[in-house]
């Protein structure tokens, strides 16, 4: 292992440029619609906010659906002079059809944000009632009338990604990223062409759950019954803890050999890749600290090839959804 200061990464073709790891607040809000463990103490989270900026990992991701997640950035940025990018997302619910209610929904984020613009702006799910071409389109008016710096998607295959990219680039705006499940135990997006699309476009991937819901965490043992899962397991599939072994056997292995946790070399194996950018769940300073250390890691290509081997069998899609979600 070689530790450095923290690297910096563009967003796709924008000017946001981000420390390599981003700050994930879906569970600083509380009421998330995803099954997931106990939130935060809201005590906490100022102090994990703090840790993560004062270290330069000052990408924000958020969603209108997260919660209060919202106004908590609201409150903590306020009055604070430290540069961050807050990115928010629209959830295209099946009561909205018209297009008022994304521009209602952009309004309300702003206000709860407490900003005058969004610095990325994104898409929450390809299942919109409104159609593609008019709630993009509507997207890039938001941009040129200064409520959003850039547009991004998430959970997008490859094809509605290079259409999205074609629909905003006639109106002027690129399409600067989308964001999917990405890990050691979900490769799906280097063989089902999102990963390619991204690359094609100079756009960035950002990758969530990039420790597959605390499975590479070490929060679950072999035999370990209940383990929760929710809406994002469902849909996207989500290994047992007997299934992944081999890749944590590695991921502990590895982390003994350069002082790191398991959860550490997760990350930094996400952060091999300059198209790769990996947003991780921070409910604490201790957390925070912790992906601090992680941004900071290089691991050798000895490390890099052993994590690439034993995770093979999650290199693939599942026919279920590779049509659906990216």
């Not at 769940?281 to 600290?289: E, L, M, S, T, Y």
């Amino acid at each position: 292992m070689h530790n450095s200061p923290v690297q910096r990464r563009k967003i796709g073709s924008s000017d946001l440029e981000v420390g390599v790891v981003g700050v994930g607040t879906w569970q600083w809000g509380g009421g998330a619609i995803w099954a997931s463990p106990k939130g935060p103490d809201q005590t906490d989270i100022p102090s994990a906010y703090d840790v993560a900026l004062d270290h330069g990992l000052d990408f924000l991701d958020t969603a209108e659906i997260y919660g209060a997640a919202e106004s908590v950035i609201g409150g903590l940025r306020s009055g604070d002079p430290r540069p961050a990018v807050i990115a928010s997302k629209y959830f295209p619910s099946p009561k909205r059809w018209r297009l008022q209610a994304l521009d209602r929904a952009i309004d309300r984020s702003l206000e709860r944000l407490g900003v005058d613009c969004i610095d990325l702006y994104q898409v929450h799910w390809p299942f919109s009632m409104i159609p593609h071409r008019r709630l993009l389109r509507r997207l890039a008016a938001a941009v040129h009338d200064g409520r959003i710096r850039y547009v991004g998607v998430s959970n997008f295959t490859a094809v509605q990604t290079r259409r999205a990219y074609a629909i905003l680039a006639d109106a002027g705006v690129p399409l600067v990223s989308n964001q999917v499940s990405y890990s050691l135990l979900r490769r799906a997006p280097e063989v089902n062409g999102v990963l390619d699309a991204c690359r094609e476009l100079e756009m960035t991937l950002i990758g969530y759950s990039p420790l597959a819901q605390g499975l590479l965490a070490g929060k679950f043992r072999l035999g370990v019954q209940g383990v929760r899962t929710g809406v994002m397991s469902a849909l996207l599939g989500r290994p047992t803890p007997d299934r992944a072994s081999v890749v944590n056997q590695s991921l502990l292995r590895i982390g003994a050999e350069i002082g790191a946790s398991q959860a550490q070399v997760a990350i930094a194996w996400m952060c091999r890749d300059p198209a790769v950018f990996p947003i991780v769940g921070v409910r604490n300073a201790a957390h925070a600290k912790s992906n601090v250390d992680a941004a900071a890691i290089q691991l050798d290509s000895d490390q890099l090839h052993e994590l690439d081997a034993v995770s093979v069998p999650f290199r693939r899609a599942r026919r279920a959804t590779r049509r659906l979600v990216g």
